[in-house]
Nanobody, 125 residues
Framework: QVQFEESGGGLVEPGGSLRLSCAASGRIRNIFSIYAMGWYRQAPGKQRELVAAISIGEGTNYLDSVKGRFTISRDNAKKTVYLQMNGLNPEDTAVYYC????????????????WGQGTQVTVSS
């Protein structure tokens, strides 16, 4: 079993910054380094969307609307993925989730069957 635990969300003013963390746990000690990982978000009434992805080779891919503002990174020793979010705007308000699997690309070509609780990001004055 592999679980991902998101943290770091909160309430921020427009233009503010947050850093989200995603810690992997469970039976993943020797395989996290070959997991492609992604950050997803879901706003009320909207579909969940991929925000940023990072491959096992640390190549990255971003949703167009967050390019230049968000940065995804990983620390394999800590089994953790981060999302640095700068220049936040109200459209970024959502619950943010992370997930991934042992895939060679930016994301896995299958539906994930388990998600964590996510972390709420609210951008408001």
């Amino acid at each position: 079993q592999v679980q991902f635990e998101e943290s770091g969300g909160g309430l921020v003013e427009p233009g503010g910054s947050l850093r989200l963390s995603c810690a992997a746990s469970g039976r993943i000690r020797n395989i996290f380094s070959i997991y492609a990982m992604g950050w997803y978000r879901q706003a009320p009434g909207k579909q969940r969307e991929l925000v940023a992805a990072i491959s096992i080779g640390e190549g990255t891919n971003y949703l167009d609307s967050v390019k230049g503002r968000f940065t995804i990174s990983r620390d394999n020793a800590k089994k953790t993925v981060y999302l640095q979010m700068n220049g936040l705007n109200p459209e970024d308000t959502a619950v943010y989730y992370c997930n991934g699997g042992p895939c060679s690309g930016y994301t896995c070509p299958y539906e994930f069957d388990a998600w964590g609780q996510g972390t709420q990001v609210t951008v408001s004055s």
